[in-house]
């Protein structure tokens, strides 16, 4: 059973950037060919794809619309891979999500880290 866990500050002020960890279990981030991806949801708004780094080679992919503000990295000694944003603004509050993804969805997910963008 593969598992995820978001980790990160609850509380980020603007300007500054956000880092959140996705730690999993039960499964190597560096085996097949799945993809390890971030979304997010805004309150009152849908799911967003932000980027995903996959598997067997570490390629990244991002949303267009944040690509110029965000990084996603991983560790393969401690089967992590985390998520970087840049100059955060209150338009960056939300709950934030790491997943599995294979064949264009998503399978496994962590249960999801509120972040909350405020001075």
């Known amino acids: 059973q593969v598992r995820l866990q978001e980790s990160g500050p609850g509380v980020v002020k603007p300007s500054q950037t956000l880092s959140l960890t996705c730690t999993v279990s039960?499964?190597?981030?560096?085996?097949?060919?799945?993809?390890w991806s971030w979304l997010r949801q805004p309150p009152g708004q849908g799911l967003e794809w932000m980027g995903a780094?996959?598997?067997?080679?570490?390629?990244?992919y991002y949303s267009p619309s944040l690509e110029s503000r965000i990084s996603i990295s991983r560790d393969t000694s401690k089967n992590q891979f985390t998520l970087q944003v840049n100059s955060v603004t209150p338009e960056d509050t939300a709950v934030y999500y790491c997943a599995r993804t294979q064949n264009w969805s998503e399978d496994y997910w962590g249960q999801g880290t509120q972040v909350t963008v405020s001075s």
């Open positions: 780094i996959a598997a067997f080679d570490g390629t990244t």
């Open positions: 039960g499964g190597s981030i560096t085996w097949n060919y799945y993809f």
